[in-house]
């Protein structure tokens, strides 16, 4: 069964502070790793990963897949308190669960003034 | 471009009734996606659709639950003779194609069976 694992599950930090958010995966057949931020209801799309090594990046945030030892790390520079969210990880694999997304637990980050 | 879309968002029941929550994909999108938030817990995989055809159904948790897509946009999910443990946010999912191709939520119902 596919499993996705993210640490830590909750972070408290401040303004300014730079974050890293994990995400390890054991996928049969992977394709993709997606990042998401949850607010309220909605997940947000923040990212997709095919390729290991290869940084994606989208204003302070980044992200990059590492397919060797099976994970990838969300980074957020200079936190702002609208940051403060449930960021979700997800693997995207094929076979039989083409289409099927596995997510993570979520990590929740809390950025304070 | 309108986003996903889904109705009702919310919907409060008695056990035993059917309910049915309706989402209307990205336009232009094949691939539809149901995924259900329990209070506390990660997103869990229900059913897909490419076009009007589900290849994978493997996470709908029992026979209670069914869900269709017709003209290869609107889908719906009923759930028949509604259990407590059917609360939960359902939350609906589009994307281009199945195939590397991100996925695109929608606010999703809260369905809250009393």
């Known amino acids: 069964e596919d499993k996705v694992v993210q640490s830590p599950l909750s972070l408290v930090v401040h303004e300014g502070d730079t974050v890293t958010l994990n995400c390890s995966y054991e996928v049969t057949n992977f394709r993709s790793l997606l990042w998401y931020k949850q607010e309220k209801k909605a997940p947000t799309f923040l990212f997709m990963l095919?390729?290991?090594?290869i940084e994606k990046k989208s204003g302070r945030l980044s992200s990059i897949l590492d397919k060797k030892e099976l994970f990838s790390i969300l980074n957020i520079t200079a936190t702002q308190t609208g940051d403060s969210a449930v960021y979700l990880c997800?693997?995207?694999?094929?076979?039989?669960?083409?289409?099927?997304?596995?997510f993570g637990q979520g990590t929740i980050l809390t950025v304070h003034p | 471009g309108a986003g996903v879309s889904q109705s009702p968002s919310n919907k409060v029941t008695e056990k035993g009734k059917d309910v049915e929550l309706r989402c209307d994909p990205i336009s232009g999108h094949t691939a539809l996606y149901w995924y259900r938030q329990s209070l506390g817990q990660g997103l869990e995989f229900l059913i897909y659709f490419q076009g009007n055809s589900a290849p994978d159904k493997s996470g709908l948790p029992s026979d209670r639950f069914s869900a269709e897509r017709t003209g290869g946009s609107v889908s719906t999910l009923t759930i028949q003779r509604t259990q407590q443990e059917d609360s939960a946010v359902y939350l609906c999912?589009?994307?281009?194609?199945?195939?590397?191709?991100?996925?695109?939520f929608g606010p999703g119902t809260r369905l809250t069976v009393t």
């Open positions: 997800a693997s995207n694999a094929g076979g039989t669960s083409y289409g099927k997304l596995t």
């Open positions: 095919t390729s290991s090594g």
């Open positions: 999912a589009s994307s281009f194609r199945t195939d590397y191709y991100e996925q695109y």
